[in-house]
């Protein structure tokens, strides 16, 4: 998917994860809106915080009002309740809880699950992981991946934080002030740091400290994104 917008050009790898890192998120929302109405249609948008637009007695009624709010009605309604809450993880007693019962992590799978009512080509989600503890980062990227990997979907994630999407995503596009910099893998992100310190964009702590021991002190270390495989290339190395 080749998108064009204000002379920038970037491509959303389709059947992938894909990252957008922007201090911008709510202008790449617009964006995203943007779309052909096909592929709008096609796409639901998962914000940061849960929009609880009518007062739910619990999470079953959450989803018989998206049900019929978006018009799905379908053949066996129960059935596709569950089959939601089986894809992202959750239980079937979950469904008599009150929004308020269920834990932050709890809730995001739950957006995804209403997400998926809808069957959409891709979802677009505005910071997944903030303030989400590792555990938890890491059930949800491996949810993530099986989103993509088994249903065929296509992820894009919106956030502020660079180091989330280069141990998370496929495929990665950086903005700066909605300026376009740079999208490749997270190898070739890595490889053009100049670049990235050039426009100001904020680098992972673990990435600044490596770029500045190889360029200062000229210490053959690789790039890592786990203090562990740091401390054992500094073994290794120095």
Do not use: W
């Amino acid at each position: 998917m080749e998108i064009k917008e204000n002379a920038m050009k970037y491509t959303i790898k389709n059947h992938k994860m894909n990252g957008i890192v922007t201090n911008h998120p709510n202008d790449l929302i617009s964006l995203m809106k943007s779309f052909s109405t096909e592929t709008v249609e096609k796409t639901e948008i998962i914000p940061e915080i849960m929009e609880i637009k009518n007062s739910y007695k619990n999470v079953y009624e959450c989803f018989r009002y998206t049900i019929y709010n978006k018009q799905l009605f379908p053949k066996d309604e129960n059935k596709k309740i569950l089959d939601a809450l089986r894809i992202v993880g959750l239980k079937e007693d979950i469904l008599s809880l009150g929004l308020m019962d269920i834990s932050s992590s709890e809730k995001k799978q739950l957006q995804i699950a209403l997400a998926l009512l809808s069957n959409p080509d891709t979802i677009i989600l505005v910071e997944p992981f903030k303030s989400m503890d590792f555990q938890n980062e890491k059930l949800m990227t491996f949810l993530f991946q099986k989103i993509v990997e088994k249903f065929k979907k296509t992820i894009i994630i919106i956030t502020e934080d660079l180091e989330s999407v280069l141990k998370n995503d496929n495929h990665i596009i950086i903005f700066k002030n909605d300026k376009f910099i740079i999208e490749g893998t997270k190898e070739e992100i890595i490889k053009n740091i100049e670049l990235l310190r050039k426009h100001k964009v904020i680098l992972p702590e673990i990435i600044e400290f490596i770029y500045l021991a190889k360029k200062r002190k000229n210490v053959r270390i690789d790039y890592s994104y786990d203090v562990r495989d740091l401390i054992k290339d500094i073994y290794k190395h120095v």
